[in-house]
């Protein structure tokens, strides 16, 4: 599933460093939230960066002229947007971030800082020149490569992302550089060597509640992905050991419980996760499963609460064209303002997902000789992604060829991959 979330992310980026990535649902596997950037690059805490934050303006009320002040200030708004979903930060953190620019040029943390900003915000172009601009001020600072790497990912640049991951790895074993290569493999279609790698980021985050939490879910997505319910879902109790209250746990395991057909247990967790934080991806999936459940106006509320999050992300410099396109082609609305979305997106981040959004689109749109070659070559990694493998049947389908091997390979990964599309997967599997 794509997934529209704020908080770092490592999948739609392969990120320790993004906050906000994926989509609103129905896409690639993603993983949802990476351990804070405060955390990996300042060394706060998880939970006191409400503290931490007024410790930093009271600081800067007494020093004005104090770089590394604002810096920090910058990376703790970021965490803020992370702990409570709220955009409103993104535009507080660059404020900060440039002013300890303006006040030291050369500053390592702004600059990281501000390229993390930028993946958060979906600027990946930008991103890329402040992460090159972070390496090129420190080349032996592991986490600039990440930065780097990230950018270079959602900007279809795999093979130079991937030696970028790798010269992370090289420098700074942990965390951040195992769950990138793990991601990295993922894309290439290597699931066995992707959850060694993530389970390499599962002992890295011992001892760290919320990274520990993070890392089960995300060595659950992978099982996910390939249709193991079973450990997926133990691999999201296991988050919630971790880290009790464990938002993206509560969202992850809703999806299984669903899959296994326990309905109002799937409901109520979601509910849990948007009561804590309303997220789109958590208001979206409520809402799907509502209208599954026959309550069409209780979904089309959440529905539309979704929409206003993504004027409100729009609004403080987040841009959404393709999460928004996702969602809209997903969901029958505005198919054509949709397609005029997924071409912008599509140059804006010429990706596997940028391209299997503008298939997605263009099919929908009826358009389906456009929509095979951008089909193909979201498929051009190997990467075993079942909402693809999906598409490519759909648009198979409609130029009234066999649809059957696509759909098939599709469910056979996971017959689960969609609350909306995997009955039709079925239809054209048969």
Same mark, same amino acid.
């Not at 649902?25 to 007024?54: H, I, K, N, W, Y």
């Not at 001020?137 to 780097?148: D, E, F, K, M, Q």
């Not at 990912?153 to 290569?181: H, I, K, N, S």
């Not at 996910?224 to 999201?236: M, N, P, S, V």
């Given at each position: 599933? $794509? /997934?529209? %979330? ?10 320790? *460093? ?12 993603? /993983? ?30 007494? +020093? ?16 803020? #947007? ?9 535009? $507080? ?29 979906? &600027? ?18 592991? &986490? +600039? =490569? ?14 130079? %992302? ?74 999201? /109790? ?11 746990? =509560? ?15 799937a409901i109520a967790l979601e509910r849990r996760a948007v009561a804590a934080i309303p997220l789109p991806q958590f208001v979206g999936a409520l809402g799907d499963m509502l209208q599954l459940e026959g309550r069409s106006a209780e979904a089309h509320r959440h529905y539309r609460t979704v929409d206003g999050i993504r004027r409100l992300l729009t609004a403080n410099g987040v841009r959404t064209d393709?999460?928004? *396109? ?5 969901? @029958? ?20 997902? @940028? ?20 089909? $193909? ?10 909402? $693809? ?13 066999? #649809?059957?091997?696509?759909?098939? /390979? #599709? ?20």
């Amino acid at each position: 599933m $794509k /997934r529209f %979330a704020i908080g770092l992310a490592v999948a739609a980026s392969a990120a320790a *460093a993004l906050l906000l990535g994926g989509a609103f649902r129905g896409g690639e596997p993603a /993983r949802a939230l990476a351990p804070s950037p405060v955390a990996l690059q300042s060394g706060f805490r998880a939970g006191d960066t409400q503290a931490q934050v007024a410790s930093l303006q009271a600081q800067l009320r007494a +020093n004005p002229d104090d770089a590394k002040s604002y810096a920090l200030l910058g990376l703790a708004y970021q965490q803020r #947007a992370r702990e409570t979903g709220d955009p409103s930060y993104y535009p $507080k953190a660059a404020g900060v971030l440039r002013r300890a620019l303006a006040l030291a040029p050369d500053d390592l943390l702004a600059t990281g800082g501000l390229g993390s900003l930028a993946l958060s915000q979906h &600027r990946f172009a930008e991103a890329l020149r402040l992460g090159r601009r972070a390496v090129a001020l420190s080349p032996t600072t592991a &986490r +600039n =490569y990440g930065i780097v790497g990230d950018a270079l990912v959602e900007l279809g640049r795999y093979r130079e %992302a991937f030696a970028a991951f790798d010269t992370m790895a090289t420098m700074r074993p942990g965390l951040a550089a195992y769950a990138r290569v793990s991601y990295a493999r993922e894309l290439l279609g290597r699931f066995g060597p992707a959850v060694s790698a993530m389970r390499l980021a599962v002992d890295a985050a011992v001892d760290q509640p919320e990274a520990s939490a993070w890392t089960h879910v995300q060595l659950g997505k992978l099982y996910w992905a390939h249709g193991r319910l079973g450990t997926a879902a133990a691999e999201y /109790r296991l988050a919630l050991g971790s880290f009790p209250g464990y938002v993206h746990a =509560y969202d992850a395991l809703a999806q299984v419980e669903w899959a296994l057909g326990h309905r109002a247990t799937a409901i109520a967790l979601e509910r849990r996760a948007v009561a804590a934080i309303p997220l789109p991806q958590f208001v979206g999936a409520l809402g799907d499963m509502l209208q599954l459940e026959g309550r069409s106006a209780e979904a089309h509320r959440h529905y539309r609460t979704v929409d206003g999050i993504r004027r409100l992300l729009t609004a403080n410099g987040v841009r959404t064209d393709l999460e928004t *396109a996702v969602f809209d082609v997903d969901h @029958g609305v505005r198919l054509r303002a949709s397609l005029a979305l997924a071409r912008r997106a599509q140059h804006e981040r010429p990706s596997i997902d @940028g391209d299997d959004t503008l298939a997605w689109a263009l099919a929908r749109n009826g358009r389906c000789a456009e929509a095979l070659p951008y089909s $193909k070559h979201a498929l051009r990694l190997g990467t075993q992604d079942a909402t $693809k493998l999906f598409h490519r049947a759909y648009v198979e389908q409609c130029l009234g060829r066999d #649809a059957r091997p696509w759909a098939q /390979r #599709a469910l056979a990964l996971n017959p689960h991959f969609s609350l909306l599309w995997a009955p039709t997967a079925r239809r054209l599997a048969s």
